[in-house]
Every structure is written in structure tokens, then in C-alpha cells.
T-cell receptor, first 117, second 117 residues
Framework: AQSVAQPEDQVNVAEGNPLTVKCTYS??????LFWYVQYPNRGLQFLLK??????LVKGSYGFEAEFNKSQTSFHLKKPSALVSDSALYFC???????????????FGQGTTLQVKP | NAGVMQNPRHLVRRRGQEARLRCSPM?????VYWYRQLPEEGLKFMVY????????ESGMPKERFSAEFPKEGPSILRIQQVVRGDSAAYFC???????????????FGPGTRLTVT
């Protein structure tokens, strides 16, 4: 069965420092991987996706993520955090070749990022 | 280009009443997904629809819940005889494609926050 794990409920970083939000996944084949951000009382905003190709994917607002097939990970990174990056981050996976695949996303539990001035 | 629209944004219902949640996808999108976010949890897939067709309802509770996406008009998620456990945020997402290897990301609406008293 497809699954996504975000092992950290909360990540705290100081403004200007690099940040990493961790995500590992489990699918039967080659995954499509996504990161979304959710601000309080708002919907999810798409940040970036990995489909194929270069393992380092660049997305919105200076975020990037590195796909690591051997470790089944897709960690979200940013070289220099901003206070305004504080939000809830979700990793999601889709197995495009799974039997009965209908495009639905499987989400992790979410990681709250707190960036302190 | 307007994003995904959901209304109402907030809905309060007494136990036993019906809740109707509406979702208008982004222009040009014909694939609609509904997800539910319970307090302190990630998003859980409920149902995937294309125009006039339910493609995957594997995440829908067996009773009281139904969804439609008519040829004209918004997608509707309907909850009959609501109970307190139905209190959650319900998010709609739309995409250009859905099944198989299409890599399109899903764009989310702002959500409807349902409170059952």
C-alpha cells in the first residue's frame, strides 16, 4: 500500500538558517512526489513536484526538494529560512502505475515549520 | 484565472441536518478530488470525479456521504444526517488530468469548515 511519513511534527529554525523538512514514502513503483504548504485557515498551495529526471527539484518561494530513490525520501529544503515560511507543510505521493490508480494523493501527517526571528 | 472556489467557507449544522458543500474547479480542469482534514490530522482522500462520473470513491464513508459533478455547475459533496464526527475541513482540488501517468498537480480550494453542533 502507498504511504507517506513525515517523522517530525515540528521543525524549528532561526531566520536565515537552512531548513529541512523530512519525508519518506512507500509505493510499489516509481512515485510522483509533491510538497504543499498550508497557512492557517487556508487551502493547500502547491510548492513543487518530482515526476522524473533530475533528482533536485526547484519550486516556489525558493524551496527545493531532493528525490533519493535508494532512501525512498523526498526532503524539502531551503537555503535561508524566512519568518514568513512558518506554516504547515505536507508531503504527498501518487503511484502513477499502481493498479487501480486514479490519481489520488496520499498525504503525510504534516510538519509545522516555525521560523524564529 | 480564478482558482478553485469552494462555498460556503464555514458551515454550521445541527446533528441530523444535511450539509451541502460546493466546489468549482479551475477553468479548464475537469478532474475534481475531495479530501477531508480532521483536526490535527493530514488530508484523507474521499472521492475523485470527472464530469458526470464517479471514478474512485474508495475513501468515502459507506453511508450518508455522496458526491456528484454534473455536466453543468459545481461539484457537490453531500452529507446527510450529520454527526459531530463529521466536523472537519473539507477541501476540493482540481487538475488537468487524473488517472494513469498524467503528472498534473492538484490545485486546492480554500476549504469548507463544517461544524456540527
Amino acid at each position: 500500500a502507498q504511504s507517506v511519513a513525515q517523522p517530525e511534527d515540528q521543525v524549528n529554525v532561526a531566520e536565515g538558517n537552512p531548513l529541512t523538512v523530512k519525508c519518506t514514502y512507500s509505493v510499489s513503483g516509481n512515485p510522483y512526489l509533491f510538497w504543499y504548504v498550508q497557512y492557517p485557515n487556508r487551502g493547500l498551495q502547491f510548492l513543487l513536484k518530482y515526476i522524473t529526471g533530475d533528482n533536485l527539484v526547484k519550486g516556489s518561494y525558493g524551496f527545493e526538494a531532493e528525490f533519493n530513490k535508494s532512501q525512498t525520501s523526498f526532503h524539502l529544503k531551503k537555503p535561508s529560512a524566512l519568518v514568513s515560511d512558518s506554516a504547515l507543510y505536507f508531503c504527498a505521493v501518487r503511484d502513477p502505475n499502481g493498479s487501480g490508480n486514479t490519481g489520488k494523493l496520499i498525504f503525510g501527517q504534516g510538519t509545522t515549520l516555525q521560523v524564529k526571528p | 484565472n480564478a482558482g478553485v472556489m469552494q462555498n460556503p467557507r464555514h458551515l454550521v449544522r445541527r446533528r441530523g441536518q444535511e450539509a451541502r458543500l460546493r466546489c468549482s474547479p479551475m477553468k479548464g480542469h475537469s478532474h475534481v478530488y475531495w479530501y477531508r482534514q480532521l483536526p490535527e490530522e493530514g488530508l484523507k482522500f474521499m472521492v475523485y470525479l470527472q464530469k458526470e462520473n464517479i471514478i474512485d470513491e474508495s475513501g468515502m464513508p459507506k453511508e450518508r456521504f455522496s458526491a456528484e459533478f454534473p455536466k453543468e455547475g459545481p461539484s457537490i459533496l453531500r452529507i446527510q444526517q450529520v454527526v459531530r464526527g463529521d466536523s472537519a475541513a473539507y477541501f476540493c482540488a482540481s487538475s488537468l488530468g487524473g488517472t494513469g501517468i498524467s503528472p498534473y498537480e492538484q490545485y486546492f480550494g480554500p476549504g469548507t469548515r463544517l461544524t456540527v453542533t
